[in-house]
């Protein structure tokens, strides 16, 4: 079975995932970049840019980054992932932060509980709103994966859910030192989740910690 | 000055100093010992134990462990630390989970909003018990001191304070890789802290993660 894989997902040393007031001109709320300054500076990241952009760093963030999309033939994120609107999609022009030719070049399952139609993009990348359950939607998905392995993208109110339903095979979380004292929690009640898996860490001279968390066989 | 310090703090992934519902056989709640079983192989921790054990662990998790006592001349705890009641002090007869020669050698000031005579242990350690904002009990503590460094001992409540009132110069705390869920915080409401500390961080073979904070001058 295609394995269910989390990446470059960046908490605050306080838990947050996000800041607060997330809005068009600020994904991440209050936090600002602070979470992703880590990334931006690789190789992975800057290739990602919408006008792709050369160079980046190639070490021990890199190497990480870098996993994200191998062997990966679906995303699942939650809608506020995909924008900062809410409610009923109103402004059906709103195709997701990524541009015309998203990242992703995949299907992409965007969870939301306010349907839409299915979003066709350059270079591969679909999305499919889909309102359902962690366990259902993972089907949909596999569906649409060509056997290669699940993404779950993020935000933390997605990655609880499937951490929760315990469907979860290995995380990379990077720990990113700053404190942003409100926001979105990713952790709220998994007291144990150590006996699940092997967790490992590796600071990295940016300041970061990766860690990796492997389900327990 | 003399320094204001923390030392060996351990908090889980989620955040955690204590899990919930802290009593006589179970210092840290629920979370049971988990979140200091690093300390516990090390040389410094063996030697603590009441009959003091002889040998230990002497690897990277005891080069930070060692650190607490040194140019140390006073700590300051809240009552939580001190024991496991609440509300006035009915039983005096409670005297710390230290037995008759605590560990500290020091005067100890221990914050509590009900008052109790000093208490006179062997080996050199006394307790105060004192009711006082976080600048007011350090000034007493500094006269304590005799010069040297005051530690910040915890628990979650008393760091908090004495972070709040930015009156801590260097903070030793210790990630531990496992999640609780519930407890009593570390972080609370600390938005840009790094900005005031330049913080480190190393893994462990054991798997915990050494953290430093170093007040930016
Ligand atoms: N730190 C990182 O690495 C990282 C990574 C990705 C994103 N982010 C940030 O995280 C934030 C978004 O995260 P978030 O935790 O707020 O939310 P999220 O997980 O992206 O989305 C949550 C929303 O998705 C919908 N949804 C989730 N599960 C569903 C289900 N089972 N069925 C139907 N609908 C479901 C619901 O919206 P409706 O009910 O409105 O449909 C829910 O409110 C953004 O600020 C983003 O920039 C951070
Ligand atoms: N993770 C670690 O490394 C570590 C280290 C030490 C302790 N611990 C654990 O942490 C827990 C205790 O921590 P905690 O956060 O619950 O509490 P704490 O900081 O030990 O004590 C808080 C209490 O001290 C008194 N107090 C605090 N500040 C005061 C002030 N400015 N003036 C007067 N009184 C003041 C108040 O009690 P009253 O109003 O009742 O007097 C307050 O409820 C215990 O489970 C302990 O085992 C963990």
Redesign the interface.
Known sequence: MSSVRVHNFSVS???FAAGEGQQLDAPFG?AGMRLMEWAFGTRTFRAMEIHGEPGGSVGVDEAFASAWNVDVGVEIMGRNKFGPYRGPWNDEEWKGWWGDDPVFHTPVVVLTHHSRPTLQMAGGTTFHFVDAEPSTALEQARELAGGRDVRIGGGADTIRQFLAADLIDRMHIV?V??????GERL????????DSFD?E???SPS?V?H?TFTRRS
């Open positions: 040393l306080d838990g209050h720990l030192p700053i404190l942003l004292g409100r952790w709220e009640g998994f007291d144990g989740l150590e967790i860490a590796v600071p300041g910690i860690l």
